[in-house]
C-alpha cells in the first residue's frame, strides 16, 4: 500500500506564504504523478498543480505565478510554496499520488487526508 502525507497548513495573512509538503510512503515501486489539489467550503475539489517525471510542471490558472510545486524524488516528497496568498486560497489542500505499489497491479490513485490552509483579509 502508498501511504500519503501532507503538512505545512496553517494561518497566514493575504499577501503571505506557506510551504506545503506531501510525502508518499510504503512499498512504492514507481510514482508517475503527483499533484495538488484544494476545497474549499460549499465547492467541489479542484486542480491545483501537479509534477511528472515526463511533462514537467502544470499549474491552474488560479494559482499560475504565485505557487510553485518541486519534488524531492529521493524522498517520494513534493512541495507547494505559495506565495501571494489570497483569501480565495482558503481551502483543505490535498495531494494526490498516482503509483505503482509493489502489493498492487497497475497504477493506483491514493491521496492524504487534507491540510488546512486559511488566509486571512
Known amino acids: 500500500q502508498v501511504q500519503v502525507q501532507e503538512s505545512g497548513g496553517g494561518l497566514v495573512q493575504a499577501g503571505g506564504s506557506l510551504r506545503l509538503s506531501c510525502e508518499a510512503s510504503g512499498n512504492i515501486v514507481s510514482i508517475t504523478l503527483m499533484a495538488w489539489y484544494r476545497q474549499a467550503p460549499g465547492k467541489q475539489r479542484e486542480f491545483v498543480a501537479r509534477i511528472t517525471p515526463r511533462t514537467g510542471t502544470f499549474y491552474s490558472e488560479s494559482v499560475k505565478g504565485r505557487f510553485t510545486v518541486s519534488r524531492d524524488n529521493a524522498k517520494n516528497t513534493i512541495y507547494l510554496q505559495m506565495n501571494s496568498l489570497k483569501p480565495d486560497d482558503t481551502a483543505v489542500y490535498y495531494c494526490?499520488?498516482?503509483?505503482?505499489?509493489?502489493?498492487?497491479?497497475?497504477?493506483?490513485?491514493?491521496w492524504g487526508q487534507g491540510i488546512q490552509v486559511t488566509v486571512s483579509s
Open positions: 494526490g499520488v498516482s503509483a505503482v505499489a509493489a502489493s498492487a497491479g497497475g497504477v493506483n490513485d491514493y
